[in-house]
């Protein structure tokens, strides 16, 4: 069984920095590109980044770009998410969601985590 | 960016009613349209995927069509355990948007 659980959230003042991490299971792990999408109290669902099977190729929303860091680590099964320069507006559920390809799909997010809360207030 | 617009943003319905919630796209996106199921407190579930495959182990009662800028999510006949909100997802072009969501309630 496929799972994907994100740890390291928590409440961090503005200007601070956070590493979440998506430990995954029960997939080849360095098979499957991989994204963060997080989701603000109340609001939808908002795609983050990005980030190829191997790392080479990365992407991120303009809302985060410059502040946050897509990584993973195949050997651990692992991805991350380096979050400096936080701001309030980034206060979220932050989820890792494996990307697949269905016949005729140009990608979609088949397994998520349950999700990781960052709070960012002072 | 492409923007999606979910229509309506909440609906309320009763058990065995047949919903339908539209999704269009501010420029064609051919059929990379996916949508998605989200209960509160839970991690979104895919439902349908290139706008009209259904997810594995997803009910028939749920179906997506379309192409270009307009896409429809039905549900047949509404069961207790869909009243959710659901997003659509574009995958045509980076970044991957969504819509807005839109809340199914039980009336």
């Known amino acids: 069984e496929v799972q994907l659980v994100e740890s390291g959230g928590g409440l961090v003042q503005p200007g601070g920095s956070l590493r979440l991490s998506c430990a995954a299971s029960g997939l080849t792990f360095s098979s499957f590109e991989m994204n963060w999408v997080r989701q603000a109290p109340g609001k939808g669902l908002a795609w983050i980044s990005y980030i190829s099977r191997s790392g080479s190729t990365i992407y991120y929303a303009d809302s985060v770009k410059g502040r946050f860091t897509i990584s993973r680590d195949n050997a651990k099964n692992s991805l991350y998410l380096q979050m400096n320069s936080l701001r309030a507006e980034d206060t979220a559920v932050y989820y890792c969601?494996?990307?697949?390809?269905?016949?005729?799909?140009?990608?979609?997010?088949?397994?998520w985590g349950q999700g990781t809360l960052v709070t960012v207030s002072s | 960016d492409i923007q999606m617009t979910q229509s309506p943003s909440s609906l309320s319905a009763s058990v065995r009613d047949r919903v339908t919630i539209t999704c269009r796209a501010s420029?064609?996106?051919?059929?990379?349209l996916n949508w998605y199921q989200q209960k509160p407190g839970n991690a979104p579930k895919l439902l349908i995927y290139?706008?009209?495959s259904l997810q594995s182990g997803v009910p028939s009662r749920f179906s997506g069509s379309g192409s270009g800028t307009d896409f429809t999510l039905t549900i047949s006949s509404l069961q207790p355990e869909d009243f959710a909100t659901y997003y659509c997802?574009?995958?045509?072009?980076?970044?991957?948007?969504f819509g807005h969501g839109t809340k199914v309630e039980i009336k």
């Open positions: 420029q064609t996106i051919g059929n990379y």
């Open positions: 290139a706008a009209s």
């Open positions: 969601a494996r990307v697949s390809y269905g016949s005729g799909s140009q990608g979609l997010l088949d397994y």
């Open positions: 997802q574009q995958t045509y072009s980076n970044p991957w948007t």
